[in-house]
């Protein structure tokens, strides 16, 4: 018989759940149908103002949550019953109606917002701060700006943080000129890229170059007041140019008593050297190059230190081609020139045949009837030193050479060093004021105190270096190029401040592919500012008559306005020396049948220096014929455009007034200006501020229609002011 097993009862003495029923009172409901708070929020609001007014009304001590009326189903966090089983029945706990939890919230919510301290809103939800949306970020771009300033070159970035501008924009403007690349943020855009983009965004902009920054640099150094009475004579300074060993180096250790050619590899000079001596109670500054090259390096950083160039000429040798291009490198230089012809001991020489080539050249003798003074010398024997000294001196006199020893020094580095135990040594040429030990000094890239000077020539301790005096310094955190300027300024915090600067311009510098010599394509804008402006032209030719040709074609095309300036004519091919010289002197190389060399090409390249290679005389006189027409100053006329009278004026305030105009005749351009007429006279000349079309901007408003005009920097204008609108446009010159 099975078994059968009983039968369990599962049910649970637990009372059944309860479905919950909220409901809100009616006025709930109808304060959110008016449009009031939430019913819910409105609702506990209101219960707990009556729980309050019932614990005041029973005292500190008696129950939370007793008070007459009907009591609100209880709470919870999201709108749930939250239902405690008491000991007596599955009713809601009277004690705390919200509960422990929720009670507990409340509390630290209303004592947090007593500190203020922000707490959970009506749901019991905790009160942050509102998020951004994903996608809806802060711009924190700088505003647009209508005009700003840029140094070039410049990245894509540097561009748009400086025109206030979004990046992409920038590119896109970018990809719209057909770049050969692709560009990106870090694209270095040249000046004229600069000025495109700023021409296509209808922005104003002040671009500075490298040498711009540098000129006002150097302006703030030069713009010492100086009173032309604390002025007083100085040394000339001398410089010795020639062919290598027709004896520059002896001949100047002659003058000096010492042997410095004797310690030269090869009795060649090697280095840049600069000594001073006295003669007759006056001083005389010589400065011995290596060769004509360190000269014109240094003319091409304009540090021109030299007032007089001795052209030294070997008397059995005559004239050498490098001695051609020393005459041509001192006439670029515009300073005085003196003739030494050396050797003059040896037996044989002819000094005749050595004023012929002198002629030739351009270089006419005292002796001959013209203007160079030729000396004689020998630094073997002596012969001629005393004159030449004499020669020199009377030069100086004669220029009145003058400088201020009272102001701060400044002049230039010939050379400069490392030395064991000295540091940084740096050969300077005091040209203004005096230099003394412990002046802040700054010189290119290099800055420090002066920690002690020696002379040049006698190896002595100096306190102090005035004009025309070198000295050797020492000090300096780096070698100072030699040819850049030093400056003396109040503190070397000032210093090294101006070497960061300069750092940081020879680093945008060599950014830039190359420097930009004048060409005949640009020379406009290279010299047509300038007050008289002159082509500097180097001639190479393969025959000495094609030079006489084409120099009497070149002087056909002469004007009171501009020139041209031949620095150097000779038959032969290009050279490094010819693009050495166009470039110190910012110069165009003209070669007839004739091509540089590998060396002067990939010099001419690295340094930005024109070539131009003709076949034909008239091509290259048409060339240079188009390029000094460019040179002169346009003729400015002026084209009358139209008028207009005005109807009205309107006064607003913070813009001015602005006359409502109807135009009687011709046009009102934007790009015009504006002639304000009464009583037929002229009360004055405006720019035209804005110009409106109803309520749109315009370029120009024709005849028959009115406009609104807001003239620049006058506000003084009537009803029945007839307004005058002209431009003045220029008219390119031509030589004939």
């Known amino acids: 018989m099975p078994v059968t097993r009983p039968t369990i009862d599962r049910r649970s003495d637990e009372p059944a759940p309860q479905k919950p029923d909220v409901k809100l009172p009616i006025e709930a409901i109808r304060s959110a149908k008016a449009g009031g708070a939430k019913p819910l929020a409105e609702h506990m609001r209101k219960h707990e103002q009556r729980q309050s007014e019932a614990r005041a009304r029973t005292g500190s001590g008696g129950p939370r949550g007793l ?5 609100p189903p209880p709470l919870e966090l999201g709108g749930r019953i939250r239902r405690v089983p008491s000991k007596g029945g599955g009713g809601p706990q009277s004690d705390d109606l919200l509960g422990g939890r929720d009670s507990r919230q409340l509390a630290r919510k209303r004592s947090g917002e007593s500190r203020g301290i922000p707490g959970d809103d009506e749901y019991g939800a905790r009160r942050r701060r509102p998020r951004q949306r994903k996608g809806a970020s802060v711009s924190t771009a700088a505003p647009r700006k209508s005009s700003a300033a840029i140094q070039v070159p410049c990245t894509v970035r540097a561009f748009s943080e400086a025109i206030g501008l979004a990046a992409g924009e920038v590119l896109k403007k970018l990809l719209g000129f057909g770049l050969d690349q692709m560009p990106s943020m870090s694209t270095m855009l040249d000046r004229d890229t600069v000025e495109l983009l700023a021409a296509e965004l209808g922005v104003e902009l002040n671009v500075k170059t490298v040498e711009d920054l540098e000129k006002e640099l150097l302006a703030g150094f030069d713009a010492i007041d100086e009173d032309p009475g604390l002025r007083v004579a100085r040394a000339p300074v001398v410089t010795f140019l020639g062919h290598v060993d027709h004896g520059k180096t002896s001949l100047l250790d002659r003058i000096l008593g010492i042997d410095v050619a004797a310690r030269e590899s090869g009795g060649i000079t090697q280095h840049m050297r ?24 240094m003319r091409a950083r304009g540090a021109n230190v030299t007032d007089c160039a001795v052209i030294v000429i070997a008397a059995d040798d005559g004239i050498m081609p490098q001695t051609e291009e020393a005459i041509s490198h001192a006439k670029a230089a515009g300073v005085p020139i003196v003739v030494c012809i050396n050797k003059i001991d040896l037996p044989g020489v002819d000094v005749q045949r050595i004023y012929q080539q002198l002629a030739a050249n351009e270089l006419l003798p005292t002796e001959w009837g013209g203007e160079i003074e030729v000396v004689k010398t020998s630094a073997v024997t002596g012969e001629g030193i005393d004159h030449l000294l004499d020669t020199l001196l009377t030069i100086a006199e004669l220029h009145d050479l003058r400088a201020n020893p009272e102001r701060a020094a400044a002049g230039v580095c010939l050379d400069a060093s490392i030395h064991e135990g000295r540091g940084v040594v740096a050969c300077l040429l005091v040209q203004k004021g005096t230099l003394h030990v412990g002046d802040a000094v700054v010189c290119g890239e290099g800055s420090g105190h002066v920690k002690s000077m020696t002379d040049t020539l006698k ?31 109040e503190s070397i915090a000032r210093a090294r401040e ?24 640009n020379l406009f804008d290279r010299l047509g500012r300038e007050k008289a402006p002159t082509l500097n032209l180097i001639l190479r030719a393969d025959v000495r008559g094609s030079i006489e040709a084409i120099l009497k074609e070149l ?7 501009v020139k041209i300036r031949m620095l150097q004519a000779t038959v032969g091919g290009i050279t490094e020396a010819d693009v050495a010289l166009a470039d110190a002197s910012d110069a165009v190389i003209i070669g007839f049948n004739v091509v540089p060399d590998e ?16 076949e034909i005389i008239y091509q290259v006189t048409d060339d240079l014929k188009n390029a000094l027409e460019g040179m002169l100053a346009p003729e400015r006329r002026e084209a009358e455009l139209g008028r207009a009278v005005v109807q009205r004026t309107f006064s607003v305030s913070r813009i001015g007034v602005i006359a409502g105009c109807r135009v009687i005749a011709g046009i009102i351009a934007r790009n015009g200006r504006l002639r304000v007429i009464r009583d037929n006279r002229i009360l004055g000349d405006y720019a035209i501020e804005s110009l409106k079309r109803e309520k749109d901007d315009a370029r120009e408003v024709r005849d028959g229609l009115e406009c609104g005009i807001k003239l620049a920097g006058f506000n003084d204008i009537k009803e029945g002011d007839i307004l005058e609108c002209y431009r003045i446009e220029e008219v390119a010159r031509t030589l004939s």
């Open 67 to 71: 008070e007459p009326g009907p009591i």
């Open 274 to 297: 600069a000594y001073g001596i006295r003669r007759n109670d006056r001083m005389i500054t010589f400065v011995d190059t290596p060769g004509h090259e360190a000269f014109t390096q």
């Open 459 to 489: 190896k002595k301790s100096v306190k102090e270096a005035g004009p025309s005096q070198p000295v050797f310094v020492s000090g300096f955190d780096v070698p100072p190029v030699p040819g850049e300027r030093f400056h003396v300024v």
């Open 498 to 521: 101006v070497a960061v600067q300069r750092s940081g311009i020879r680093r945008q510098s060599n950014l830039s592919s190359q420097p930009v010599h004048v060409t005949l394509e």
């Open 555 to 561: 002087g056909k095309l002469e004007h009171p306005e």
């Open 599 to 614: 060396r002067a090409r990939a010099l001419a390249d690295a340094q930005g220096v024109q070539i131009r290679r003709y």
